[in-house]
């Protein structure tokens, strides 16, 4: 019988077989800059709309319109654009991984565990190695979701591709996934 009086932290006398991965591993990596941009996004749209309804339209309908759809389409695309990749979020449970970006968790991304062949931790992922923040496409390194620098899992694919995600405690990321990987018995 267990004393609970000397339980470790964390231990409420579960029977859990040494490292085996949890249930549900779940991450998330945030860019707080990218609220900056979104700010900017959100003052080119106000522009945007204050030129339409307060200026004197005595300049010319040409060059006032194209001032207004220029100002509201760049602070729509950078104020969306933005928000979407403020934060990830990753979750690996013992089927799949999800990878949601945004507050709407679009672009979204759904891997079964069944096409992937390997794991690997990645120390620093940056956004200058991918072309920028955001959902990436390269073609010589895969595909990769990309909202901040730093630590990152890369997922290689049965079909020969790559992905990559950076996501805050990516080595336990790894771990919970080839432990997976090991009990469907796939190659690492």
């Known amino acids: 019988m267990r004393d609970p009086a000397h339980e470790e932290p964390g231990d409420h006398g579960a029977s859990a077989v ?37 200026s004197i339209w005595t300049s010319g309908f040409a060059p006032l319109l194209m001032s207004v759809v220029g100002c509201i389409a760049v602070g ?16 690996v449970d013992k089927d799949f991984l999800e990878v949601r970006c945004g507050h709407l968790g679009l672009p979204r991304r759904h891997i079964p565990l069944s096409h992937v062949v390997g794991a690997d931790f990645a120390p620093s992922v940056t956004p200058r190695q991918w ?43 790894v771990r919970a996934i080839r432990a997976r990987l090991k009990v469907r018995g796939t190659s690492l």
């Open 18 to 54: 040494p490292d085996a991965p949890p249930e549900v591993w779940t991450g998330r990596a945030t860019n707080r800059v990218q609220w900056l941009l979104a700010c900017a996004g959100a003052a080119c749209l106000a522009l945007g709309i204050e030129l339409a309804v307060g």
């Open 131 to 173: 072309g920028g923040w955001g959902y990436r496409w390269r073609p010589e390194k895969g595909t990769a979701v990309v909202v901040r620098r730093g630590e990152g899992l890369v997922l290689s694919l049965g079909d020969g591709h790559k992905f990559t995600v950076t996501v805050d405690n990516a080595e336990s990321a």
């Open 76 to 91: 729509l695309l950078m104020l969306f654009g933005t928000l979407a990749f403020v934060h990830v979020a990753v979750k």
